[in-house]
């Protein structure tokens, strides 16, 4: 895949080429296409390689990046193919980069698969501050479960508190005659002793 921008400054026949493949996996049951390699051509030569390395995806899909460069703050995914080579000087940074090699229909680009992983830092950041919710919740179901229980449990353990008997000389006091037919008998006017719970 050629992209050709001619004569620009004093490059003359600027063309940035992709070298990309197809090969069928029997894995996925499909064909994927991937980008090896990216070369830098002016003046009618080859003036930089550099190797493509986890570009890819299915064949009837699209590859997106939001950036492929061959920066090291952009996760170099250029690599200059050799050490002596002149890739070395050149820097190349494509930004929102799209590519689909192969089944274009219509000439839009089909579903593409992103070059983002599953764990980007955004992604971790998010599952971690989840997983302390998580906690917590847990923790303050756990504690209010807790405190249900120790009610209970005071409850059943309170003990009465009891009086002693009142003095003999009191007895008098508490007993009121009642007068029936020729029988006598005799009323208490309070208990002996009382309950109270705490």
């Known amino acids: 895949l050629s992209l050709k921008f001619g004569d620009i400054g004093n490059?003359?026949?600027?063309?940035?080429r992709f070298l990309?493949?197809?090969s069928y996996y029997q894995v996925s049951v499909q064909n994927w296409f991937t980008l090896h390699r990216l070369q830098l051509l002016y003046n009618h030569s080859i003036q930089a390689t550099f190797n493509a390395t986890r570009?890819?995806?299915?064949?009837?899909?699209?590859y997106h990046c939001e950036h492929v460069s061959s920066?090291?703050?952009?996760?170099?995914?250029?690599?200059?193919?050799?050490?002596?080579?002149?890739?070395?000087?050149?820097e190349v940074t494509f930004i929102d980069f799209?590519?689909?090699?192969?089944?274009i229909q219509e000439g839009h680009f089909a579903y593409a698969?992103?070059?983002?992983?599953?764990?980007?830092?955004?992604?971790?950041?998010?599952?971690?501050?989840?997983?302390?919710?998580l906690l917590v919740l847990a923790y303050a179901l756990h504690m209010l479960i807790h405190l249900k229980s120790?009610?209970?449990?005071y409850e059943?353990?309170?003990s009465p508190a009891y009086f002693g008997q009142m003095k003999d000389s009191d007895m008098g006091d508490e007993k009121e005659p009642l007068r029936s037919s020729g029988n006598e008998s005799y009323e208490l006017k309070t208990q002996q002793f009382c309950k109270i719970y705490i």
């Open 11 to 16: 490059l003359k026949g600027l063309v940035i």
């Open 20 to 22: 990309l493949t197809t």
């Open 55 to 62: 570009i890819y995806a299915p064949a009837s899909y699209s």
């Open 71 to 90: 920066l090291q703050r952009y996760d170099a995914l250029l690599i200059p193919s050799s050490p002596n080579d002149l890739s070395k000087l050149w």
């Open 98 to 103: 799209q590519i689909q090699g192969f089944n």
């Open 113 to 133: 698969k992103d070059c983002a992983s599953f764990f980007s830092p955004a992604i971790l950041m998010g599952l971690v501050m989840s997983l302390i919710l």
């Open 150 to 153: 120790l009610d209970r449990h």
């Open 156 to 158: 059943s353990k309170a």
